[in-house]
């Protein structure tokens, strides 16, 4: 065999390795993308089953909050970020507000890095801000799911959650009282991104360097959106403005603390 020839089978093996690799890539992505179809039911399962275990309500879904969470994440994955702000500045109620939901109140959780609805939900309820509005005062509810194999995370989840008098359950998701007793339990985590040894998970800030341990932001708990932490809020805006005779001060709503 001449040089040439094995210069040949050389650049052919390399091309059937790459077409490969590209293959399975694009399959391991559309599995992703089928199955976030199967998130929205797990998800609402498991955060009803939470409610179920204190005697609350369960949440019904609604399509507007599905479509505010979904957008969000899947937001956060193309542009490698983990915040409640978008990438155009956008902060939770006003995406909530763009799809035509009249609200009274809103919140929200982020996370990224956990790989199915279990893990995710572990991580959401052992943080009490997170856990917090899980068992909120809300009636609908919406999530939503993106995966980027290019991004530091990889898998980018949102809740939002919402009240508001004149918004309707979707069909066949009807919010009714939850049972005291033989509550169903979440199953527990089957696996996550994060190995063994890694660091604690992170909060309130974006995580666009951070490493690739699973991560959540705190939620917020403000009249008004935080830049940086998850929310609660109420559909009512600012509070007056203070004044006094010799010098004017301006009051600011409190934003939540990160919580670590």
Not at 245 to 256: L, N, P, V
Request: proline share 6%; with cysteine; glycine share 6%.
């Amino acid at each position: 065999m001449n040089a040439f020839s094995l210069r040949s089978m050389v650049l052919a093996v390399a091309v059937v390795c790459a077409t490969t690799a590209s293959s399975a890539e694009e399959i391991h992505h559309s599995h992703r993308l089928l199955q976030a179809s199967n998130f929205h039911a797990a998800m609402l399962q498991a955060v009803n089953a939470e409610r179920a275990k204190q005697g609350l309500a369960a949440f019904c879904t609604n399509s507007k909050l599905q479509t505010a969470a979904q957008l969000h994440s899947e937001d956060q994955a193309k542009n490698n970020m983990m915040s409640h702000t978008g990438s155009n500045g956008s902060q939770m109620s006003s995406r909530i507000t763009a799809q035509g939901f009249k609200w009274n109140g809103v919140a929200e959780n982020v996370a990224a890095g956990q790989r199915d609805v279990a893990s995710v939900m572990q991580s959401w309820m052992n943080s009490s801000g997170h856990k917090a509005n899980i068992l909120g005062n809300y009636k609908f509810f919406g999530m939503g799911y993106a995966y980027d194999a290019d991004s530091n995370y990889g898998h980018y989840w949102t809740q939002d959650f919402a009240s508001g008098s004149s918004e309707q359950c979707d069909g066949g998701s009807s919010a009714t009282p939850a049972s005291t007793t033989s509550a169903p339990k979440t199953s527990p985590p089957v696996y996550t991104s994060a190995p063994t040894t890694s660091p604690p998970v992170y909060t309130s800030a974006p995580a666009t360097k951070g490493p690739t341990a699973p991560a959540t932001t705190a939620p917020v708990v403000t009249s008004t959106p935080a830049t940086r932490s998850p929310t609660s809020q109420s559909q009512y805006g600012k509070k007056p403005r203070k004044s006094r005779k010799q010098k004017k001060t301006k009051t600011r709503s409190a934003d939540c603390k990160p919580i670590y």
